[in-house]
């Protein structure tokens, strides 16, 4: 598998249906999150995805924002196949996309509070107390570049 690095309007049909079936899959399905996935930031985002026989099966988005404009910021990071090491090399690839295709000094993230040491092994590090995100605690990480 290839990593996959599209802008919204890059992106087919077909993935973007792909790319919210496997969101809608981890974080209303598996971890029972109820909000609105479709948030707009989308629109003005980077797609980082792997396919497999037409199937998403990692996932992740990054963006820029107004109020931290240095950062790229990451977010809706998945994986449908657990235990294959497929999160670890899409973060290690999109690490290094983000870092080529953007020029950002900082790549930051709001991590669930039981994966913080996932992120912590590719050099993420807390900079935030913990706080609720969709009633769930998370802590806000970032990795210097």
Known sequence: MELIVKT????????????????SAVFMMEQRICCLDMDDTDYHS???????????????????TEADPQAVHIGRVLTLEHGKGLGGRLLTEAID??????????IRLDSQIPVVGFYEKYGFKPVSGEFLEAGIPHIAMELAL
């Open 46 to 64: 980077l797609h980082l995805f792997y396919e497999e026989r037409g199937k998403v099966t990692a996932y992740l988005r990054a963006y820029r």
């Open 97 to 106: 996309a983000l870092r080529t295709r953007t020029g950002c000094g900082r």
């Open 8 to 23: 919204f309007d890059e992106l087919t049909n077909r993935e973007v249906y792909e790319i919210l079936k496997a969101r």
